[in-house]
Nanobody
Framework: QVQLAESGGGLVQAGGSLRLSCVAS????????MAWFREAPGEEREFAAA????????YYADSVKGRFTISRDKDKNTVYLQMNSLKPEDTAVYYC?????????????????WGQGTQVTVSS
């Protein structure tokens, strides 16, 4: 089982930036596809970004495309989410997820390992 721990959340003004980190432990995740999901108050958890285990391909929700960048450092067993031009509607708890299947999935049900989440609050 993979354990995931997110960090880097906080309070930022609209237009600002944050960088989230997700450190994996328990086993190397070099062969895992990784993703970030987010859950706003009263809303369903939704897909934000994902990266193939090879790091050759990335995927983004339309709402974050052009503003967020997902990346990974296999040596550090870490995945990052760089968030720029933040908007109040980006306010949510952000979760890191891991999946060992061959293909990258964009739905939460396909991911079997989750972190506890980190709060991101964007003020207007």
């Amino acid at each position: 089982q993979v354990q995931l721990a997110e960090s880097g959340g906080g309070l930022v003004q609209a237009g600002g930036s944050l960088r989230l980190s997700c450190v994996a432990s328990g086993r190397p995740v070099g062969n895992y596809n990784m993703a970030w999901f987010r859950e706003a108050p009263g809303e369903e958890r939704e897909f934000a970004a994902a990266i193939h285990w090879s790091a050759a391909t990335t995927y983004y929700a339309d709402s974050v495309k052009g503003r967020f960048t997902i990346s990974r450092d296999k040596d550090k067993n870490t995945v990052y989410l760089q968030m720029n031009s933040l908007k109040p509607e980006d306010t949510a708890v952000y979760y890191c997820a891991a999946d060992s299947s061959q293909y990258v999935h964009l739905t939460r049900s396909e991911y079997d390992s989750w972190g506890q989440g980190t709060q991101v609050t964007v003020s207007s």
